[in-house]
């Protein structure tokens, strides 16, 4: 079964980076579509920056001019590169990837930017 697995969250202060990394198994073929969700406490998960087939990202407007996300193919791995970051981005960051049979989630990994 596929995995992905998500590291590089922690804490930071207003106007800091961070990179966050997912790799995807090997078992995980056909993707259409592989990036980055995230979910604030009491709000609903978001779409933040989404690779396409074309190689084309979609971000979200929140996150514009500031995140770049990234993939390697030969290793598998998408990569989003968050710079300066605000109290507002504090979220768990979910990597997601969509096949052709199917969609994966990753575990999730904590970002939180202090003021």
């Known amino acids: 079964q596929g995995q992905l697995i998500e590291s590089g969250g922690g804490l930071v202060q207003t106007g800091e980076s961070l990179r966050l990394s997912c790799a995807a198994s090997g078992s995980i073929f056909s993707i259409n579509a592989i990036g980055w969700y995230r979910q604030a406490p009491g709000r609903q998960r978001e779409s933040v920056a989404i690779i396409n087939s074309d190689d084309s990202t979609n971000y979200a407007n929140s996150v514009k001019g500031r995140f770049i996300s990234s993939r390697d193919y030969a290793k598998n791995t998408v990569y989003l590169q968050m710079n300066s970051l605000k109290p507002e981005d504090t979220a768990v960051y979910y990597c997601?990837?969509?096949?052709?049979?199917?969609?994966?989630w990753g575990q999730g990994t904590q970002v939180t930017v202090s003021s």
């Open positions: 997601h990837a969509l096949t052709d049979y199917d969609n994966y």
